[in-house]
């Protein structure tokens, strides 16, 4: 068992328990395109799933757990972008001399179902040098999912965890968490007592490693992952990059079929060939979202126009929301993803993975639904 951060909300700031002190961030709103419109944690395992989880995922198949919406998606202003619009943001962090700066980045979207989020030079490269060499020093080892003794679904990759807390923790780790979660989980989750975040998860996958298609599962509310060295590959075949709802690879689709049939699966072991069913005959960078680091030569401007596309760089991240935002509290199968081979002129790739979970979704829908005045069924 691992310690992580507990999230409270004092005043309108986060403060996070084991830092002690608030984390304040600025954000400004701004477009990519001319076109697009202006608007002004408790102790857990990396690898278990908790019994109260499970016993929600046992209940969605049947009848959904009803909350009031906005809760498991982003907040208010990440909410209202459109694709092609980003937010100006900063946050505060300690050099190695102990001194208090700022670090600029962007937000932009990228997705909708899933909500997904580019953090732009979210990592300064110090950062990605000292997650590299840390998970290098703890021994990296063969890579499993969280379905036991599973390496035939991640190829070639090692993994090593780095904690934010405790004897081992590391001080980057334990800021990059308090950023996150006070940007990016709304105020129901922060103040939820079974909210949480997994140790920081460090993979490196050799050519040709790669993580067949997935969803990262209950009761991982938000994923983060970090491009450490700028080769990106990470592919939601049905995820919506436009702001025309009309343009969605999955609309022709049986929606109530295929969301039943998800939910259904989600009784199975993950990670399994059966999930891969759902994207046949979608093409990476012509369907759905992928994202694609520019550290290769095979960028072409037809990447750059496309919004299919995004294109990263060492340091950014990516941010996406597991859940439905609709207030049934299912899990977003729009949300499964793929981390395809790794091409040879890339010869490896290096990337972290940060989950921030809710173990007990039913305590935060009762509670919603009291705070609401909701008669609850």
């Given at each position: ?7 409270i909300l ?7 328990s ?19 419109p ?15 989880a ?5 209940r969605?198949?049947?009848?959904p ?12 202003p ?14 505060k962090?300690i ?7 700022v ?11 899933p ?5 732009r ?12 060499d840390?998970?290098?020093r703890?021994?990296l ?10 390496i ?27 950023s ?12 939820n ?17 790669e993580?067949?298609l ?8 938000v994923?983060?992952?970090y ?9 939601f ?10 343009d ?15 939910n ?11 999930a891969?069913?759902l ?15 520019t550290?290769g ?18 340091g950014d991240?990516l ?7 609709d207030g049934?509290?299912r ?10 081979p ?11 993975n ?13 509670k ?9 069924h």
């Open positions: 068992m691992r310690n992580v951060a507990i999230f004092v005043n309108l700031e986060l403060v996070c084991f830092c002690n002190n608030p984390i304040n961030h600025h954000l400004n709103l701004k477009n990519v395109h001319d076109d697009v202006s608007f002004q944690f408790q102790l857990l395992s990396h690898a278990s799933s908790s019994p109260e499970t016993a929600t995922a046992a969605q198949s049947d009848v757990i009803i909350m009031p919406p906005d809760i498991l998606g982003p907040p208010e990440l909410r209202d972008l459109k694709i092609g619009q980003q937010l100006d943001a900063f946050r962090v050099d190695q001399d102990q001194i208090e700066k670090s600029k980045f962007t937000i932009e979207r990228v997705s909708f179902g909500d997904a989020f580019v953090l030079k979210f990592l300064s490269q110090a950062d990605c040098t000292e997650i590299k840390g998970a290098s703890m021994d080892k063969q890579a499993e999912t969280i379905t036991k003794d599973d035939s679904s991640r190829k070639n990759c090692q993994v090593a965890w780095i904690p934010s807390s405790g004897v081992n923790k590391s001080t980057l780790v334990q800021s990059l968490v308090a996150i979660a006070n940007l990016l989980l709304s105020r129901s989750v922060l103040s007592q079974s909210a949480g975040v997994e140790d920081l998860q460090v993979l490196k996958y050799g050519v040709g490693g993580f067949i997935h969803h990262d599962g209950e009761p991982r509310v994923t983060v992952i491009y450490i060295n700028g080769v990106g590959g990470t592919w075949p049905l995820a919506r990059t436009s702001n025309d709802e009309d969605d690879p999955c609309l022709h689709m049986d929606m109530s079929k295929i969301d039943d049939g998800f259904r699966s989600r009784n199975a072991p993950q990670n399994k060939e059966q891969l069913d994207g046949t005959g979608f093409e990476p960078g012509k369907n759905g979202l992928l994202v694609k680091g550290k030569d095979d960028v072409v401007q037809e990447d750059v126009d496309s919004s299919h596309v995004a294109l990263i760089e060492q991240a941010v996406f929301y597991n859940y439905c935002d049934s509290a899990l977003d199968w729009r949300a499964l993803h793929c981390g395809l790794t091409p040879a002129e890339d010869e490896e790739k290096w990337i972290a940060h989950w921030f979970r809710v173990n007990d979704l039913l305590d935060i829908s009762k919603e639904v009291s705070d609401d005045g909701l008669e609850s």
